[in-house]
Each structure stands twice: as C-alpha cells, then as structure tokens.
C-alpha cells in the first residue's frame, strides 16, 4: 500500500505521539484484514511530534470512545483519494461501556447486566462520574 495514497478509508491524525498504539489496540485494528498504516513521529508544526494512522477501508470509527481517549485527533475521511470530510473530536458527553465502575455499592456490581454509564461531570478536568453511584471514574 502506498501510504500517501489512500483510496476510500480514514486517517488519524495529530495523535500524540506514542499514543498510536493505544488507539491502534482500542479500535482493534489488528482485526482488520485491510491495510493499516501507524506513521511515528511525524513532524508537526502545531505538536512538535504526532503519529498518524492510515486505515485503507471505510472504517466505521466510534467517534466518542475516540474522544475519550484522545479530543484532540482529527478524523479526516478520504473518498475516491481525496478528502472529503474533517471530523473534529470532543470529549463525550456520556461514555457506555468503555469505563467501568469500581464502587463495589454500585447497583452495577449487583445488577451485571447493567450497562456502565459514566457521565462527564467536569469538561476543564475531564471527570466523568457514574450515572447510578457517582463515582469518579479513575
Ligand atoms: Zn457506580
């Protein structure tokens, strides 16, 4: 695959750099039978140092789970080799299923199948709280 050159697929971009394989690992990437590509260490005027990952299929992205890990990646979406949308990230408003509650009073240590609902309580400190207990997320 030439990694300038994707057709219909997503790039990651102004990730942290050191964090791709997290997100590499999140996303399940290594599921994927397209190709991927992670870019270390990309110079960046406005980071200093970003990777990059290059995902050569039309990946449906969870754009919050995304958010949460990292607000600050951009999500370029590339169609017929050209770019046709930038999505911005945020943090999410509400996380399911990705942060779990540790307070062994939660109904959630009772009631499993409950889903784990965290609500951010706090943008400028990025605390997310439990919808049923309010525990802090950790
Ligand atoms: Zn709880």
């Known amino acids: 695959m030439n990694i300038d050159s994707i057709q219909n697929g997503i790039v990651l971009d ?11 690992n999140f996303l399940q990437l290594d599921k994927l039978s397209c190709s991927v590509a992670i870019i270390k260490n ?3 005027r406005k980071m200093g140092k970003k ?25 370029n979406i590339i169609r017929g080799g050209a770019l046709v949308e930038k999505k911005h990230l945020k943090l999410p408003a509400q996380v399911k299923g990705l942060l779990k509650c540790k307070n062994p009073r939660c109904i959630t240590s009772v009631e499993r199948e409950l889903p784990h ?15 049923y207990c309010e525990a802090k997320a950790e």
Do not use: Q, W
Request: aromatic share 8%; charged share 25%.
């Open 42 to 44: 990309v110079n960046s």
């Open 51 to 75: 990777d990059i990952i290059k995902i050569d299929t039309n990946l449906d992205v969870d754009l919050d789970v995304l958010g949460y890990i990292d607000p600050d990646i951009t999500v």
């Open 14 to 24: 102004h990730i942290k750099a050191g964090k791709s394989m997290e997100i590499y």
């Open 117 to 131: 609902i965290f609500k951010l309580t706090n943008p400028s400190s990025r605390v997310y709280r439990c919808i």
